[in-house]
């Protein structure tokens, strides 16, 4: 899928998706994204199996990720290049809105 | 008091995905326990009389689930119960606050529109069959005797009244999407 077809369908991206794919910045499992993203946002955001069952499975079907390896059964996932772009456009996005509330606070 | 209990077309009666979760949560409270749901639990599924349980039941709807779709939810915890043609229903063991498959809107809504597709798919296979039927009832009425319009009014009738139904059950899924 082009580059602006990815933008269309990605952005602006549910809290959800945007912090599954900041996670694969790094390899991990769907276990492993769980506790990275709760840890992260201090246990506000506790992904469940399902939300990450089909969150990876749109992210890979549209190549924002890979799978590089199999542990007993368990997929494990990375950000590819064409992710990482969305992932930038997306946090620059995100930055724009943090300044703004900056402002209101 | 018998130990064992038969629910029949349980699937038919509670058609919302977070309804039917429910349905077995409570039954499990009571103490009425399942081992294993199979391809013909929709119709008929029987339940044992155990101590009561607290379970969070999952209905899940997976067409083609890929190899780690299994291994996923079992990592987080869940227990498969089984599954009736692409119906995946998983569990839970909980104590306070109630575990989460999906664990956004967007994620639900995903869930409850597969589930949605699903039944489109039997809508139209029984709308086709029930127009199939009423028009080689027509074109060859002047052919047929009692006994075979009998049974292409018995056999048009009920795919009508079978394809109202999983229209009231799409509209309803649809009414009830976001939980």
Redesign the interface.
């Known amino acids: 899928m082009n580059i602006e077809k990815l933008r269309k369908r990605f952005i602006p991206m549910?809290?959800?998706m945007f912090y599954i794919l900041y996670s694969l910045q790094e390899e991990r499992?769907?276990?492993g994204i769980?506790q990275f993203v709760k840890e992260l946002t201090n246990g506000r955001?506790?992904?469940?199996?399902?939300?990450?069952?089909?969150?990876?499975?749109k992210l890979e079907g549209d190549g924002l990720i890979e799978p590089v390896k199999?542990e007993?059964?368990?997929?494990i996932y990375v950000i590819t290049k064409a992710g990482r772009t969305i992932l930038l456009e997306e946090a620059r996005r995100i930055q724009e809105i943090y300044r703004c509330v900056e402002g209101l606070l | 008091m018998s130990n064992k209990k038969a629910a029949w077309f349980s699937a038919f009666i509670n058609v919302v995905p977070a309804d039917y979760e429910k349905w077995l949560e409570d039954l499990a409270l009571q103490g009425w326990n399942i081992d294993k749901i199979g391809q013909w639990s929709s119709i008929r599924m029987v339940f044992k009389h155990t101590t009561p349980k607290h379970y969070r039941y999952?209905f899940?709807m997976q067409a083609a689930p890929?190899?780690?779709?299994?291994?996923?939810?079992e990592?987080?915890g869940?227990e498969f119960v089984g599954q009736m043609a692409s119906a995946f229903i998983?569990r839970k063991e909980y104590d306070g606050e109630r575990?989460?498959?999906?664990?956004?809107a967007?994620?639900v809504i995903?869930?409850n529109t597969n589930v949605m597709y699903a039944v489109m798919v039997s809508f139209i296979l029984f709308l086709i069959t029930a127009v199939a039927l009423t028009v080689c009832f027509i074109l060859f009425f002047n052919t047929l005797n009692l006994s075979d319009i009998l049974q292409y009014v018995l056999g048009f009738t009920l795919s009508y009244l079978f394809t109202l139904y999983l229209g009231y059950v799409i509209n309803k899924i649809r009414k009830n999407r976001l939980r």
């Open positions: 549910s809290e959800t499992h769907g276990y769980m955001i506790v992904l469940g199996a399902g939300t990450i069952y089909q969150s990876l499975c199999e007993d059964r368990k997929k | 999952v899940d890929k190899k780690d779709y299994k291994a996923t939810y990592q987080f869940w998983w575990p989460e498959s999906f664990s956004d967007e994620s995903k869930r």
